[in-house]
């Protein structure tokens, strides 16, 4: 029961991983946690989050973003908990009450595996928690060909910074892609210039693609992302063109296309192909 | 009561040993709006650089001190460069410089005795005077201050939509 739940909620991320892979940037489908809003001040300082996999940029028209994963890490490092958690068909939402002065990182973490073989010329499909791998393995039919597994690992991002940005809410778990913003992520304003470092397993990677794109692309003919690489250092650079809410993009490992059909039997069929991906949310106001 | 605050403001001013004194004027308008909702607007003003638009002192900042447990403050942010420039960095309500917010109308601010003037190296200054209003929009407009002052002169600026004529008004 609770293997076949998980394994159905995850689905619309990995729909959302596949479009990406294959789909024009049109219809790529991307994950998002969208703040109410990024810089907060006051007393009874609230943020709502919603969550989602969606076509259009912040717009919620496809899928809601399962948050079983869901971890906010306050400026003193320690945990804070969501309240209000609801999931709909389309999106998740949350509230967090902000009681320390500095930056929160909102994350949401996921972990599966996809695979998919040929039992007589017919594709089946199989995906579900990592620790199940094994034991799909074990059930699978006789004469059971050209396996390919994908192991996807991903995080899911947004920040909110209640009176100063400080704090050291941002430490590497040291496992998948993750940015680490060398510039506040938040209170940003046209013109201004964000660094950051991009990390695969808690260190720095070089020649990354990311992608950057403004929300609201549903209103304009232009989807305007900018398209960048990380350095040598792993990092990278963006000066913030217009207003808006950005979604940052970033993915490492090889396409399930890629792949070469593996004999289940064989050593490499248990170890599934890693696949990272990352994605953040950061607001610009104008200036 | 009077009498005992201009007494501490001039004796403020002379502990402070300030370098120059001038007589600083400035005349806000904030425009009469014909809008459903209205909310007076939160004002700041405050004193940069010219050279890097460095922040140089706060003169004054205006927002709802009536709501009960400073609950004005949480739209102080909404007045964004001078949040970033030194809202989020000091606390409400911050003596001499905060007040209430003002009705639409012409305001006349008598700025010679500021805090932030005591002090002032010379050199090419900016005040600056961000208004943001609630359900309203915000607007950011910038006055030239050469400092110390050497003429009367008079200078003018008009805002768009959030903040009408200003004038500065200085004389040696």
Known sequence: MTHARFAAVLAPAILAVLATLGAPAAHAHRTWLLPSATVLTGKDALVSVDAAVSEDLFEFDTNALQLDGLSVTAPDGSVLPAENRSTARRRSSFDLKLTQPGTYRIANVSETVAASYKVGGETRRWRGNPDAYAAFLKELPAGAQELRATRMQNRVETFVTYDKPEGRAFVPAGVGLELMPQTPPTDLSVGDTSSFVLLLDGKPVADTDVTILRGGNRYRYKMGEIALKTDAQGRFSVKWPEAGRYWIGASHGRRPGDMVGEDPASAAAQQPVRRAGYSATVEVLPQ | ?172
């Open chain 2, 1 to 172: 009561m009077t009498m005992h605050l201009r007494y501490s403001v001039a004796l403020g001013a002379a502990l402070a040993a300030p370098a120059f004194a001038a007589d600083l004027t400035l005349k806000i308008e904030l425009p009469r709006l014909t809008v459903a909702e209205y909310h007076r607007p939160y004002v700041a003003l405050w004193l940069e650089k010219s050279a890097d638009q460095g922040f140089a002192g706060n003169l004054a900042v205006w927002y709802d001190l009536k709501k009960r447990d400073n609950g004005g403050a949480k739209w102080l942010k909404d007045m964004r460069q001078w949040w970033r420039k030194s809202g989020r960095e000091v606390q409400m309500p911050l003596d001499g410089v905060s007040g209430a917010t003002r009705a639409p109308g012409e305001h006349a601010l008598s700025l010679g005795s500021a805090q932030a003037l005591a002090a002032l190296p010379p050199g090419d200054y900016q005040i600056v005077v961000e208004s943001a209003r609630e359900n309203g929009g915000r607007e950011v407009v910038r006055l030239p201050l050469q400092w110390p002052v050497r003429a009367a002169q008079t200078v003018r600026a008009q805002g768009e939509h959030e903040l009408g004529a200003l004038a500065l008004e200085v004389k040696p």
